[in-house]
């Protein structure tokens, strides 16, 4: 037995015990197959007028921004009115003629649009905590474009003094972090606000912010152990993390080379290449794959004292087609795209991520399919 595979055995006789993660503020997360996105629950409203409300999880939105349409009573909202602190804090804030505070929302999914409302105030509850005021943007809109149907709105879960988790770690004094967990395909995940505890292996390495969203410092991406040859300059801006960016989208040249090195080991292991199907570039014979004997792709982060590696195996790396046909789970994004690496949510998926603005640092554990459990466990 190799080294690599005892290691898993014994970790897997661990599992059981692996996710008992504790944390106080959880609510849970789930996935819209058609659209690959993710969103949260929980309500809006007060004295049993309460509605439940799904909102799209997004990291680059500083202020939550619902379909006022969608909820039952507005009868404990309130208007922020523009000479407010609160609506002077937010960014982008307006006024209209009466006086009361206006937020545009840039649409995450629209490449061209955006939604203005009204800013408002009311309470928020979930899982037995509740709380007051919870200030969000309140627009009456039809059919907010790309958002799955069950969605009425989008969680901002920026760095902002507004965003969601900042609001709940104020209101309850806690530790300004929130963590999560995505869910793959047809089951529930779990986002964690304030301090966490599980005991799966994790990896901290600082984070950046910037514009109010997400980075970390990337030293090299390696596939099967060795590194890509990359123009560091590639490197410069980081990594930023989307949670509505389905398949991390990569700069040509990063792309390229990913996907070169991808394809060469894969060939050394008797994977061949088959014909690309949209929007993936880089597809294999998914039978000559079967098993995980598909190349290791990892991500080399500054740890405490030295290196450390995002590690992502076949779940994470390939999507399967058909029974045929698995793509290489990333897309190219030209020449000049904004930033050269977002990571996005297939990659993210089944691994606990944990934003913590207390030390400005970002954790990541191990997938935890290899622990034998997962983000619904
Ligand atoms: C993983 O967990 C499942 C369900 O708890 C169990 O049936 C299975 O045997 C476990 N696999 C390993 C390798 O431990
Ligand atoms: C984006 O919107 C602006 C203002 O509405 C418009 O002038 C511009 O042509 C639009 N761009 C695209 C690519 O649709
Ligand atoms: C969010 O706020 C930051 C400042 O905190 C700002 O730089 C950024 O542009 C804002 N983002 C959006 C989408 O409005």
Not at 115 to 139: E, H, L, N, W, Y
């Amino acid at each position: 037995m190799g080294g690599y595979t005892r290691l898993l055995v014994v970790l897997s006789m661990l599992a059981a015990v692996a996710l008992t993660s504790k944390a106080q503020y959880v609510i849970s997360i789930n996935k819209d197959e058609a659209t690959k996105q993710f969103y949260t629950s929980f309500y809006i409203g007060d004295d049993g007028m309460e509605t439940r409300v799904n909102l799209l999880l997004d990291l680059g939105t500083n202020l939550t921004w619902a379909n006022c349409r969608r909820l039952e009573s507005l009868s404990s909202l309130h208007l922020v009115r523009c000479q407010s602190p609160t609506c002077k804090a937010i960014p982008g804030n307006g006024c209209d003629s009466r006086n009361i505070c206006l937020y545009q929302q840039p649409n995450p999914l629209g490449k061209n649009s955006s939604v203005t409302g009204r800013v408002v105030q009311d309470t928020a509850s979930f899982t037995a905590s509740s709380f007051r005021p919870f200030t969000f943007s309140c627009a009456a809109v039809k059919t907010p474009q790309g958002l799955p149907p069950p969605v009425a709105g989008i969680l901002g879960l920026s760095t902002g003094e507004y965003s969601f988790w900042r609001q709940v770690t104020k209101k309850f004094n806690i530790i300004p972090q929130f963590t999560l967990c995505l869910p793959s395909s047809g089951t529930t995940g779990n986002f964690y606000i304030g301090g966490i505890s599980y005991s799966v292996p994790r990896t901290p390495t600082s984070m950046r912010v910037s514009s109010g969203e997400y980075f970390f410092v990337v030293n090299s991406i390696y596939v099967d152990g060795t590194p890509l040859s990359l123009n560091p300059g590639l490197l410069n801006g980081g990594a930023k993390l989307s949670t509505v960016v389905p398949y991390t989208v990569l700069h040509t040249d990063i792309y390229n080379a990913l996907a070169q090195s991808f394809t060469l080991k894969a060939k050394a292991m008797g994977i061949s290449q088959v014909r690309s199907v949209a929007p993936f570039k880089n597809c294999f014979d998914a039978r000559a794959a079967a098993g995980n004997n598909i190349p290791v792709i990892e991500i080399g982060v500054p740890g405490k004292i030295r290196e450390e590696r995002w590690t992502f195996h076949g779940t994470n790396t390939v999507v399967n087609i058909n029974k045929k046909v698995i793509c290489l789970a990333f897309i190219d994004a030209g020449k000049k795209p904004k930033e050269n690496i977002v990571v996005g949510t297939y990659q993210l998926q089944n691994y606990i991520v944990t934003f913590d603005m207390s030390r400005t640092e970002l954790t990541f554990s191990d997938s935890l399919l290899l622990h034998n459990t997962s983000c619904s466990s």
